[in-house]
């Protein structure tokens, strides 16, 4: 079936001129003014091309661009400008239109515009319903992922966020809990309302208090204002509760009071305030550890944990990598504009290879910067930086065979070899923390065994 076309023009000879112009190659439709236009439209959703004067009488045809565009978000439009409208439709372009043609209208140059604004558009929708297949089925509120683990996120993600349970995050760094609380918020009934972080191990003892609660002029030494907290300014929202297993004894029980009962004083007042909160909390450190050591309400704990969401290090779901480097490498090409296109099989297996220990975080600033210091076309090996070559480029020692004790010590040995034996290269390397590392060489110390 032919394309079809919206001609709108509030001249007749023009609006017929057009129409004659382009009916071998198209279906057209006429309208005379903008409100014509737009009932057309809705009457015809095969419309893919609308072509409209500026000038017209009623609404003009900037106007009718921005209600056609809100409609239909993804019909082409081209503008038909006469001397002392160029200013207008250039304009225009920034609410969608995609090209402008002078009056009077030359019919061939007519035929080209319209082909080439139709592939365009045809194009674009083709990516839009490409990149929302890819939505629904690998990505939920921007986070990415393909891995039985991240699908089990995806799951929990879904069920829990309409409802207003209380949910706890937990994952090493740079894994997505933050971004994990936005997408619980975004999916909430609360979505419309405020999403309010607070970084607890930001702050000590007086000031996360003040800043939690708010404070009375006068509350403490420095308390010269009065000051909302941050329970107070979640009202009808989300408060994200971050690094929770950073929050001192004494502040846990006041926090748990607000679990409870969804009321709390400001600091130096009796009064007691209600709040309509939702809570989200997140830990990068195993809070059930903090409760057998102590340092941790178990109660709280109970009051927090009532939906449980683990994001595992990146390294525990290798699967995910290649599809988030092919998300990051077109996120941070298009906002460079420097024509990366894609990456090479054998530098994609040095970045699958590689143990990632600030994990998504680290994975989505070394692409960054691949994707800047390179100067486009496919990303390959040489671009991937050293560290993770490195690691990719370590053999396994032949002689590495026997207990698992000495198949360790031969990576380790090896590793260091590879990075000239700078010890936090090869921790990096290795995916294991600098402690671990020297506690291992000091072993191997000890046994008189390095070489
Ligand atoms: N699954 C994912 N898909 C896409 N981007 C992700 C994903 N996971 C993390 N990121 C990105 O990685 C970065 C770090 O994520 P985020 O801040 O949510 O981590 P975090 O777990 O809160 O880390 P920390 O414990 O250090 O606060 C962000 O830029 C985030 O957008
Ligand atoms: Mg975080």
Redesign the pocket.
């Given at each position: 079936m032919k394309p079809a076309i919206l001609i709108v023009d509030d001249e007749k000879d023009t609006r017929e001129l057009m129409a004659r112009a382009l009916g071998a190659d198209y279906r057209v439709a006429t309208a005379a003014d903008a409100e014509l236009a737009l009932k057309a439209l809705e009457a015809d959703p095969s419309i893919a091309l609308m072509l409209s004067d500026v000038r017209m009488p009623g609404a003009d045809g900037l106007q009718l661009l921005k209600a056609a565009k809100k409609m239909r978000p993804n019909l082409a439009c081209i503008l038909l400008t006469a001397f002392g409208t160029v200013d207008q439709a250039v304009a225009a372009m920034k609410d969608g239109a995609d090209d402008f043609i002078m009056k009077p209208v030359d019919l061939d140059q007519l035929d080209l515009r319209v082909a080439k604004a139709l592939k365009t558009g045809a194009l674009e929708n083709e990516v839009a319903s490409l990149r929302s297949q890819l939505d629904e089925k690998y990505c939920l509120e921007?986070?990415?992922?393909s891995s039985e683990a991240?699908k089990k996120v995806f799951h929990l993600v879904r069920q829990a966020a309409p409802t207003e349970a209380t949910v706890l995050i937990e994952?090493?760094?740079?894994?997505?809990?933050?971004?994990?609380a936005h997408a619980i918020h975004n999916l909430s009934a609360r979505a419309k309302g405020p999403f309010v972080a607070v970084e607890c191990a930001a702050l000590n003892g007086n000031l996360l208090e003040s800043e939690l609660f708010g404070h009375e002029k006068g509350a403490f030494t420095d308390a010269f204002q009065r000051r909302i907290g941050r329970f107070e300014a979640a009202n009808h929202g989300t408060i994200f509760l971050?690094?929770i297993s950073e929050i001192p004894l004494s502040t846990q029980v006041k926090l748990l009071r607000v679990l409870e009962t969804r009321s709390f004083e400001r600091l130096g007042s009796s009064e007691t305030i209600k709040t309509d909160i939702r809570i989200v909390a997140?830990c990068?450190r195993d809070l059930r550890a903090y409760v057998a050591e102590g340092k941790f309400r178990e109660d709280l704990f109970y009051r927090l944990n009532v939906v449980d969401i683990r994001?595992p290090a990146l390294r525990e779901r290798t699967g995910?990598i290649a599809l988030?480097v092919k998300?990051f490498l077109n996120e941070f090409a298009a906002a460079n504009g420097n024509r990366v296109t894609g990456i090479t099989p054998s530098a994609m297996k040095m970045l699958e290879s590689y143990a990632w220990p600030g994990?998504?975080?680290e994975?989505?600033n070394t692409i960054e910067k691949m994707v800047v210091l390179s100067a486009g076309g496919v990303l390959d090996v040489a671009d991937v930086p050293d560290e993770m070559r490195a690691s990719a480029a370590i053999p396994m020692p032949i002689s590495a065979t026997g207990t698992l004790a000495e198949m360790e010590k031969a990576k380790i040995i090896a590793a260091l070899q590879s990075v000239g034996n700078n010890r936090s290269k090869a921790a990096r390397v290795l995916g294991i923390s600098r402690r671990t590392l020297y506690r291992k060489l000091d072993e191997y110390a000890q046994e008189g065994t390095l070489p």
């Amino acid at each position: 079936m032919k394309p079809a076309i919206l001609i709108v023009d509030d001249e007749k000879d023009t609006r017929e001129l057009m129409a004659r112009a382009l009916g071998a190659d198209y279906r057209v439709a006429t309208a005379a003014d903008a409100e014509l236009a737009l009932k057309a439209l809705e009457a015809d959703p095969s419309i893919a091309l609308m072509l409209s004067d500026v000038r017209m009488p009623g609404a003009d045809g900037l106007q009718l661009l921005k209600a056609a565009k809100k409609m239909r978000p993804n019909l082409a439009c081209i503008l038909l400008t006469a001397f002392g409208t160029v200013d207008q439709a250039v304009a225009a372009m920034k609410d969608g239109a995609d090209d402008f043609i002078m009056k009077p209208v030359d019919l061939d140059q007519l035929d080209l515009r319209v082909a080439k604004a139709l592939k365009t558009g045809a194009l674009e929708n083709e990516v839009a319903s490409l990149r929302s297949q890819l939505d629904e089925k690998y990505c939920l509120e921007n986070i990415t992922g393909s891995s039985e683990a991240m699908k089990k996120v995806f799951h929990l993600v879904r069920q829990a966020a309409p409802t207003e349970a209380t949910v706890l995050i937990e994952g090493p760094s740079g894994t997505g809990k933050e971004l994990v609380a936005h997408a619980i918020h975004n999916l909430s009934a609360r979505a419309k309302g405020p999403f309010v972080a607070v970084e607890c191990a930001a702050l000590n003892g007086n000031l996360l208090e003040s800043e939690l609660f708010g404070h009375e002029k006068g509350a403490f030494t420095d308390a010269f204002q009065r000051r909302i907290g941050r329970f107070e300014a979640a009202n009808h929202g989300t408060i994200f509760l971050d690094e929770i297993s950073e929050i001192p004894l004494s502040t846990q029980v006041k926090l748990l009071r607000v679990l409870e009962t969804r009321s709390f004083e400001r600091l130096g007042s009796s009064e007691t305030i209600k709040t309509d909160i939702r809570i989200v909390a997140a830990c990068n450190r195993d809070l059930r550890a903090y409760v057998a050591e102590g340092k941790f309400r178990e109660d709280l704990f109970y009051r927090l944990n009532v939906v449980d969401i683990r994001l595992p290090a990146l390294r525990e779901r290798t699967g995910d990598i290649a599809l988030l480097v092919k998300r990051f490498l077109n996120e941070f090409a298009a906002a460079n504009g420097n024509r990366v296109t894609g990456i090479t099989p054998s530098a994609m297996k040095m970045l699958e290879s590689y143990a990632w220990p600030g994990n998504v975080r680290e994975l989505r600033n070394t692409i960054e910067k691949m994707v800047v210091l390179s100067a486009g076309g496919v990303l390959d090996v040489a671009d991937v930086p050293d560290e993770m070559r490195a690691s990719a480029a370590i053999p396994m020692p032949i002689s590495a065979t026997g207990t698992l004790a000495e198949m360790e010590k031969a990576k380790i040995i090896a590793a260091l070899q590879s990075v000239g034996n700078n010890r936090s290269k090869a921790a990096r390397v290795l995916g294991i923390s600098r402690r671990t590392l020297y506690r291992k060489l000091d072993e191997y110390a000890q046994e008189g065994t390095l070489p």
